[in-house]
C-alpha cells in the first residue's frame, strides 16, 4: 500500500521506497492534495497556493502538467500497490488513497483522548504516544509554504501542542513526574508562552520534590509574562504556586488543562 506522509518531510512510500517528487510546485501539490486525501481540491485553491493571488495566465495548463507529473508517479508503481489515484473531480482534483499520516494521527489522538475521557490514563498515554511517534520532524517540513499549506501546518502544529499537553497529563496522572520533567524544561524552553506546560513543570517538580525549583519555575514564568504580554499567569496557575508554598495539593494544574 502506498502511505503519503506530511509530518515531517513529503514522502510517498511505496515497497520500501520514498518516490515523492523533487519540484517544489510539485510537491506542493502532492501536499495539499494528500492533506485533503478523498476530498476535492478547487482549482483555485491549488492556484492559491502556487501563485497567491498572482496566478499567471498559463495556470491552468501549468497545474495539469504538475498532476500529469504526479500521476506518471503513481503509474509507476506496481499493479499491488497501486491504490491510489489523483481524479479529476469538480472544482479540482481529488487524490483517492487509504492512507495518510496525518490522518493516522488524527485518529490515534482520537482513540488516546476517548481513553483519557474513560478513566484509562495508561492505555491513553500509550496511544497518544503512537500518535506523536508520526511525527518526523516539523509537518511539510521540505515544502516552499504557500498561504494554503501555511494554514494546514499551522493547524496540525496546533493539534499536535495540544496532544502532547494531554499525553503528559496522562504520564503525570501515572506519576511519572521525575521522567517528565526534563522533556517539560525543553517544551517551556520553546513554548515560552504556554501557561499549560509551565504548569504541569511546576507541578511535576513538586510531586517530584523539588519545592524549590518549583517555586523558581513559577517565577520564571510570572517574569516571562511580564515581560512579553504584561498581565501575572492564570489564576489557576497563581493557586498552584500558593499549593507548593504550603504544601497542600488542590488540583490547580488539572483545572488549568481542562480550561486550556
Known sequence: MVTFNVLGQLEVIAGGRDLAPTAPRVKAVLALLALNANRAVSTDTLFAELWDDRPPRSAA???????????????????????????????????????????????????????????????????????????????????????ELTIHKAHLCELRLRVLELRIQADARLGRHQELIPELRSLVAEHRLNERLHAQLIDSLRAAGYRAEALRAYQDLRRVLRTELGPEPAPEVQRLQAEVLSGVHGGSVSALLRTG
Open 61 to 147: 495548463t501549468t497545474l495539469q502538467t504538475y498532476v500529469y507529473q504526479l500521476r506518471r508517479i503513481l503509474d509507476s508503481l506496481p499493479q499491488g500497490e497501486r491504490r491510489c489515484d489523483i481524479v479529476t473531480k469538480a472544482p479540482g482534483y481529488e487524490l483517492r488513497t487509504g492512507r495518510t499520516d496525518a490522518e493516522c494521527f488524527l485518529a490515534l489522538a482520537e482513540q488516546g483522548r476517548c481513553l483519557w475521557r474513560q478513566g484509562h490514563a495508561a492505555e491513553a498515554a500509550e496511544r497518544l504516544r503512537q500518535a506523536l511517534g508520526l511525527w518526523r520532524g516539523q509537518a511539510l517540513a521540505d515544502i516552499n509554504l504557500g498561504p
